[in-house]
């Protein structure tokens, strides 16, 4: 059984930086595709960042590019995003997905594995 378990989310005041974690568990990830998404209260699930297996490719959402790194390491099976400058928009429940056929990085459907998720919540 493929699990996901995030970490790292909590209260920060604007401004103030957060690294989230995601440990990986129950298969073998080699190949797959790992992606952090957040989901507003009142919102859809939106993308916020991707990394291909080999870590050699990211990519971001345009409203976290330069504020937000997407990392991994895949001898603990375990992927990271490191948010700085935090905005109260920035406020979700942040989720780590895994997929190993992604198509479009972005559409939440394309991911066969999910997290719980982790409230960030940033004050003004």
């Known amino acids: 059984q493929v699990q996901l378990v995030e970490s790292g989310g909590g209260l920060v005041q604007a401004g103030g930086s957060l690294r989230l974690s995601c440990a990986a568990s129950?298969?073998?990830?080699?190949?797959?595709?790992m992606a952090w998404f957040r989901q507003a209260a009142g919102k859809e699930r939106e993308f916020v960042a991707a990394i291909t297996w080999s870590g050699s490719d990211t990519y971001y959402a345009d409203f976290v590019k330069g504020r937000f790194t997407i990392s991994r390491d895949n001898a603990k099976n375990t992927v990271y995003l490191l948010m700085n400058s935090l905005k109260p928009e920035d406020t979700a429940v942040y989720y780590c997905?895994?997929?190993?056929?992604?198509?479009?990085?972005?559409?939440?459907?394309?991911?066969?594995?999910w997290g719980q998720g982790t409230q960030v919540t940033v004050s003004s």
């Open positions: 997905a895994s997929g190993n056929q992604v198509v479009v990085m972005s559409v939440p459907a394309w991911y066969e594995y």
């Open positions: 129950g298969g073998t990830f080699t190949n797959y595709f």
